[in-house]
């Protein structure tokens, strides 16, 4: 969940749990300097300060996950299956699949998040979902998501015979291999062509099919973090506009006349109030402790590029691999990876995501900022001159030897964005 994502979430949640509220009061960024802490930069829990950059969306429309949990909402569930829903709908990425399985999932919540849940619960929770709309929602592969969404229809003959052949001859309707199929199915032609047509009318994606983004859909990028840097010392801050949430005082004093009055609980009243308490308190443990997680891996990530930071020099980058970030943060792997996943950095020279600082390793995506990032281990003039236009940097050619001062110097990415350079005499 991003910072926008976030942002939405709170506010969806305020506006859904009356017993949660947030504190008029604007909390002051809780700092952590040099002399508190071992690393050398300031740590701000919030950007609540109007000198700062403020990054808005270009509109109010809803997310999937607004949606989904608005859903989720109307549902009377137990309170245990009711959170591991909400950690489901986060853990969807933009076409509403999920690639956790239920006990990894279960293991998120229990090691990485701390709530309590067993892998029942959680496999209630992902029914829950996975019934939710549009349907297909919570699927693992496209396999799965054409069968939820044919599930949701009325039966028929053709929906009937669209399952089987997802079922029984998934292989053969991907390599449209109808003649295969009516050989395994023993079906006339019009009844698997109905069948066919069918499947090709349901969305594959049904989670882009609504609640975009707005920062997408205006192709914005809004960072998650601020890294300033004042006179050589560092601050990270995390770009939302959360405030300090709280329960409701109300919810609070009732809440404590049922402890001591012991009263049943069972009755809808003290029941309404016990699941609203529960819940608010638990959105905001989770909060905190998502911002805690965040902050410390963003905090690692300075730490171990710390002259990137100071500099902006990218020959100052380090090796660095998600386990690095792990040994300093005592976090697991699997949390880094989701904590950098499409997350960016504000820095004072640009936008970039948090896997920029990694080293590519076999299997990772080798973005175009990855693959340029080094381009020679001694810099030399024309790496002087690709640095600065890194940079978007104006340079002087005093900089560089006569022979290459000389020359028309000409750089530009291909289609496989690999740098190209040449060099061109310039004519007396």
């Known amino acids: 969940m991003n910072a926008p994502e976030l942002d939405d979430a709170v506010a969806n949640e305020l506006e859904s749990n009356l017993a949660l509220e947030a504190n008029d009061v604007t909390p002051a960024p809780d700092t ?30 809803e997310n999937l996950y607004d949606i989904l949990l608005g859903q989720l909402n109307e549902k009377d569930l137990e309170p245990k299956v009711l959170e591991a829903a909400r950690f489901i709908i986060g853990s969807l990425d933009s ?28 496999q209630k929770a992902l029914d829950v979902v996975r ?16 069968r939820l969404q044919l599930d949701a229809l009325s039966p028929s003959p053709s929906r009937d015979v669209a399952l089987q052949i997802i079922n ?12 295969r199929i009516k050989s395994l199915l023993h079906l006339d032609d019009k009844i698997i062509a109905q069948a066919l047509s069918l499947i090709k009318s349901l969305n594959p994606k049904p989670g882009a099919a609504i609640g975009n983004d707005p ?52 009755k ?78 504000s820095l004072p020279w640009g936008t970039f995501p948090l896997r920029f600082f990694f080293s590519a390793s076999k299997g990772e995506d080798k973005s175009p900022l990855l693959s340029r990032r080094r381009i020679s281990v001694t810099p030399s003039p024309i790496s002087i001159l690709w640095n ?16 290459i001062a000389k020359n028309w110097i000409s750089l530009w990415l ?14 007396p």
Do not use: W
Request: charge should be negative; include cysteine.
């Open 168 to 179: 029984e001859c998934y292989d053969a309707f991907i390599m449209k291999h109808t003649h």
């Open 215 to 266: 920062s997408t859909l205006a192709n914005v990028i809004i960072p998650d973090f601020i890294v300033n840097n004042y006179d050589g010392e560092l601050t990270i801050t995390l770009n939302n506009r959360i405030p300090e949430l709280r329960i409701e005082e109300s919810f609070e004093q009732a809440k404590r006349r049922l402890d001591l009055a012991g009263e049943s609980k069972n």
């Open 95 to 122: 076409n509403g699949y999920l690639n956790r399985s239920v006990r990894d999932l279960t293991d998120d919540m229990v090691f990485s998040a701390d709530i309590d849940v067993s892998i029942d619960d959680v």
């Open 268 to 345: 809808s009243d003290s029941k309404y109030i016990l699941n609203s308490y529960d819940n608010a308190r638990d959105f905001i443990r989770i909060l905190n402790q998502r911002q805690e997680t965040m902050m410390k891996v963003m905090s690692a990530i300075v730490k171990i590029q710390k002259e990137y930071f100071l500099t902006e020099d990218v020959y100052t980058l380090k090796p660095m691999m998600i386990k690095n970030v792990a040994d300093i943060t005592g976090l697991d792997i699997s949390v880094i990876s989701r904590a950098t996943s499409n997350k960016y950095v």
């Open 32 to 61: 952590l300097t040099p002399s508190r802490v071992s690393n050398p930069f300031i740590y701000n829990r919030s950007a609540y300060s109007d000198d700062g950059p403020v990054f808005t969306p270009s509109d109010d429309t």
């Open 131 to 146: 019934s939710l709309d549009p349907p297909g929602i919570g699927a693992y592969s496209l396999r799965d998501c054409l």
């Open 414 to 427: 291909d289609s496989e964005n690999k740098c190209n350079i040449s060099c061109k005499p310039i004519n």
């Open 388 to 403: 600065a236009s890194l940079r978007r940097a104006s340079i002087s050619l005093a900089v560089l030897s006569p022979s």
